[in-house]
């Protein structure tokens, strides 16, 4: 989550949960939803105060009884094109294995 004087953007993770987001319903802050996945924990009791732009795939989108075409992609898949964040890709030949956090 990455936080503004008037907003808060829910983007990369599976991080649109209730446990997640309950903290800031009252804030007074607009929440904006943007490629984010549900999963770990319940989906957000309140829907309403959120502004849902797009969701990770549609299994998230019924998850909030969303319509379907809110389900976008995984919103890191934007992060390639984004001048500053691209990293300078070096050929290798070695393996990287990341596990899954619940694999930890």
């Known amino acids: 989550m990455q936080e503004a004087d008037d907003l808060i953007l829910v983007g990369i993770g599976s991080i649109l949960n209730e446990r997640r987001l ?4 009252s ?4 929440v904006v ?11 957000p009791q309140k829907i309403d105060g959120l502004y849902i732009k797009a969701v990770r795939g549609p299994l998230t989108a019924a998850a909030i009884v969303g ?14 094109g984004a001048p500053g964040l691209r990293l300078e890709r070096h050929e290798t030949d070695e393996i990287l294995f990341i596990p899954h956090i619940t694999v930890l």
């Open 67 to 80: 319509p379907p075409e809110a389900a976008i992609t995984n919103s890191a898949a934007l992060l390639a």
């Open 33 to 43: 939803i943007f490629g984010t996945g549900a999963g770990y924990c319940a989906v």
């Open 22 to 25: 309950k903290p800031h319903y």
């Open 27 to 30: 804030c007074g802050k607009r």
